[in-house]
């Protein structure tokens, strides 16, 4: 592989030769470098022969022979499934969330009916794994979706709507003593899991260089890390109101009724900090950003000195929605000033 920058020698860098070339202009419209005779003939490269050249998502270019570009951007990963079955799945789930696309599950001591058991339980747990080969003791999965079918902004969005919407479901199952609303907050919450390993997907496949930070919807690769964090939270929250919905029907939707205020006032909150998601922030929104961190701060305080909600596990679950609500402005206020720093920087 070799990196293209302007000039003309080469040095050695921390281990590595780097090659400085000029830039030509060729017929006033085409920008052209020439290749290191050194890396052409290591590289069996000959006169006609293809090149892939990749744009990384720091803007630099990769170059490398054609004939191993299709290798490269395959991304094959193989999961052997042994004795330790959860660590085989844990196994199976960080292949699809690191980037791969295809992935092949071996098992030679499963039989038919396990094998289909598998098969069934990726693809309701997973965006885009499809089964595309299957016989005895393997199974193929490829991944069907990418950036342009189901791009981060929306999934993000959905992801959002439907944890709001189960707010709403166990603020009205609470309100009627209906438990058939916490089976649909217990229902959604797998679709909540499926989006998130989704969106961490897309940006570890970001920070591999194989999918641009522009077309994820970030203004610099160096966003994703705190995205991945405000999706980790966001995932935790939906989590937080499935243990409510859980605490709900062990103990009946009534029981909680000194818990449906806070839940309610949380809920606007979350509204409110979600609608910043994917805007950007100026003065205003930072200042909005500090008002909403006062007020989660001091709806957490009537949590605390409510002897209503003492000893329910619902109380917890609503101050852990409120800490990562503000967690999440303080990520919204860090890639404020991410931006800032690289629009200074770039000028």
């Not at 090149?51 to 193989?78: F, K, N, Q, W």
């Not at 390993?197 to 994820?216: A, C, E, F, P």
């Not at 509204?271 to 929104?285: F, P």
């Amino acid at each position: 592989m070799s990196y293209i920058y302007p000039i003309e020698y080469s040095l050695v860098r921390g281990g590595r030769v780097v090659y400085r070339r000029r830039v030509q202009v060729v017929g006033g419209s085409t920008y052209t470098v020439s290749l290191p005779k050194e890396w052409v003939r290591s590289v069996g490269l000959r006169n006609g022969s293809e090149v892939a050249i990749e744009v990384m998502p720091d803007l630099t270019l990769r170059v490398y022979p054609g004939s191993r570009g299709v290798e490269r951007l395959e991304l094959e990963s193989e999961v052997e499934f042994g004795r330790d079955v959860e660590l085989s799945i844990a196994k199976l789930v960080a292949s699809y969330v690191v980037g791969y696309r295809r992935i092949t599950v071996s098992c030679p001591t499963c039989s038919a009916s396990q094998l289909e058991e598998l098969a069934r339980w990726v693809t309701e747990r997973t965006i885009g794994l499809e089964v595309v080969e299957k016989d005895a003791g393997y199974v193929v999965f490829r991944c069907l979706v990418d950036v342009s079918t189901l791009p981060m902004a929306e999934a993000l969005s959905t992801l959002t709507r439907l944890t709001i919407r189960s707010m709403e479901d166990v603020e009205r199952s609470i309100s009627t003593s209906s438990l058939d609303l916490l089976d649909e907050v217990l229902g959604r919450d797998n679709l909540i899991d499926k989006l998130y390993l989704y969106i961490l997907r897309q940006l570890n496949q970001t920070l591999l260089g194989t999918v641009s930070y522009s077309s994820v919807g970030l203004n610099s690769i160096a966003e994703a890390m705190y995205w991945a964090m405000i999706v980790r939270f966001l995932e935790r929250i939906a989590d937080y109101v499935v243990s409510i919905a859980e605490e709900a029907r062990r103990l009946g939707p009534e029981k909680l009724g000194p818990v449906l205020k806070y839940l309610k006032l949380l809920h606007e909150k979350y509204d409110e900090v979600t609608k910043h998601l994917l805007l950007k922030h100026g003065a205003e929104e930072l200042a909005t950003f500090g008002k909403l961190m006062v007020e989660l701060r001091n709806v957490e305080a009537e949590i605390r000195k409510d002897k209503t909600t003492l000893g329910t596990a619902s109380a917890e679950s609503l101050l852990r929605i409120s800490a990562h609500l503000r967690d999440i402005l303080e990520l919204l206020i860090d890639i404020h000033v991410l931006r800032d720093l690289i629009t200074s920087t770039s000028t």
